[in-house]
């Protein structure tokens, strides 16, 4: 049977009271606190404190802080008046079982209605996503469109000005054919009439010609002298060439044929995904079956708070090709703004397993995850396991400001000095 605390302390104003209760030894994070507008109830084994209030509070805006062995309520009064005692009197047994069954009631109802909240307000926003997603969508297949046609127009006049540049080079072809035949006409009536010329010389020097006969012979004969005095033609030979040697004071390229096959490989799992008979791949254009596309995309949804869709975007280019760290990186950003904190985890570890080997250019991303993932693991008040991912953020960046002091207020919550936020 769990033993009553007694020896607590309260004080009141006419609109709050304030309420010390010892924990006695006992650690922090081990208490367990229920309160309803009229029943209050710290658990923390061996020790039970509860009060039956004088008159009820308002629940949703009081505040508790635990701290130093001790938890401090700050409840606020729903009507402004000074309290006689902090519980009613004259209260049975059978008044207190009903008053705290009551108020478990009571709380199982404001936990149901908001969750129906919550789950209502998921069911806004992802049809608001679907909307988001389908107004990009169209705005990228018009301007897409408007590219294509103002393409065929250029397209279209830049044939149009090749076909009239063609017509005009043949209409100057035809011309200067025409120019050339007119001068080969021109040519040959010149030589008619050097022809007839020649003919009418021809008839004046006959006589002339039979004067000079014997030297004519005899001017043939030296000609034909002259033309028996060339010499034929050289013989065949060969011709020795020697080159100079060639040296390289530089190695070879260093071999890429791993990297070449990796790529390959990527390429190949990124098509495998692509022609499989999933219904969201194969209605894809063949931009948006780019994971570089799409993780563009997701982080332009990101940057306008719409984190459901960016999501959706994440795990599109993911399924394209699984190899890229930043896509699980940003994939774990957004599900730790839907307080997804597992899928938070996952994805983190899933980055870190893929940014290897550790080096300096992917030191911005190891950090990054490691805070992604120490901040999901402090939701879920695993502060040492949240304090170990900060401090290995720290061993990468160690001018961070910013994880420092987060860091030192997960030490804190630990050693039991600050406020679980």
Not at 228 to 246: H, L
Request: aromatic letters at 6%; a neutral charge.
């Amino acid at each position: 049977m769990p033993l009553q605390v007694s020896d607590y302390s309260w004080q009141q104003t006419e609109s709050a009271v304030f309420l010390s209760v010892p924990l006695r030894g006992v650690c922090g994070r081990d208490a367990d606190v229920f309160c309803t507008d009229s029943y209050l109830k710290v658990n923390f084994p061996p020790f039970l404190f509860e009060v039956f209030l004088y008159a009820p509070i308002d629940d949703g805006s009081s505040k508790a802080k635990i701290g130093n062995d001790t938890i401090v309520f700050t409840l606020y009064k729903k009507e402004a008046a000074m309290w006689e005692s902090l519980s009613l009197s004259g209260v049975d047994k059978e008044m207190m079982q009903r008053i705290r069954e009551e108020s478990i009631l009571q709380a199982q109802e404001t936990a149901k209605e908001a969750a129906e909240a919550k789950a209502a307000a998921k069911r806004e926003d992802q049809k608001y996503a679907l909307s988001v997603m389908m107004k990009i969508e169209e705005e990228e297949r018009k301007k897409i469109e408007t590219m294509k046609e103002n393409e065929r127009i250029k397209a279209t006049k830049e044939l149009e000005a090749w076909k009239e540049r063609q017509k005009k080079a043949e209409e100057q072809k035809e011309i200067q054919k025409e120019e050339k035949l007119h001068q080969q006409k021109k040519q040959i009536e010149e030589e008619r009439k050097k022809i007839k010329s020649k003919k009418c010389l021809t008839r004046n020097l006959a006589s002339r010609n039979l004067a000079t006969k014997g030297r004519n012979s005899e001017n043939i004969f030296s000609e034909t002298l002259k033309e028996a005095s060339v010499p034929p033609p050289r013989s065949v030979g060969t011709v020795q060439i020697n080159f100079t040697p060639r040296v390289f004071p530089t190695a070879l390229r260093e071999s890429q044929v791993a990297e070449e096959e990796e790529w390959l490989h990527k390429q190949a799992e990124a098509r495998r995904a692509v022609n499989t008979d999933i219904p969201e791949l194969c209605d894809l254009k063949e931009e948006e079956k780019n994971p570089e596309w799409l993780k563009d995309k997701g982080n332009k949804l990101f940057a306008t708070e719409n984190y459901l869709a960016a999501v959706n975007a994440y795990n599109l280019a993911i399924r394209l090709n699984n190899k890229i760290p930043l896509l699980y990186l940003n994939r774990a950003a957004c599900h730790l703004k839907l307080k997804n904190l597992h899928k938070t985890i996952e994805d983190s570890s899933k980055a870190l397993d893929l940014l290897t080997p550790p080096v300096a250019d992917n030191a911005n991303a190891r950090m990054k995850a490691h805070v992604r993932r120490g901040a999901a693991f402090c939701q879920l008040e695993l502060y040492v396991e949240g304090l170990l991912d900060y401090e290995a953020a720290l061993k990468i960046d160690p001018s961070n400001k910013t994880v420092q002091n987060d860091a030192e207020k997960i030490r804190n919550i630990i050693q039991g000095t600050e406020l679980k936020s």
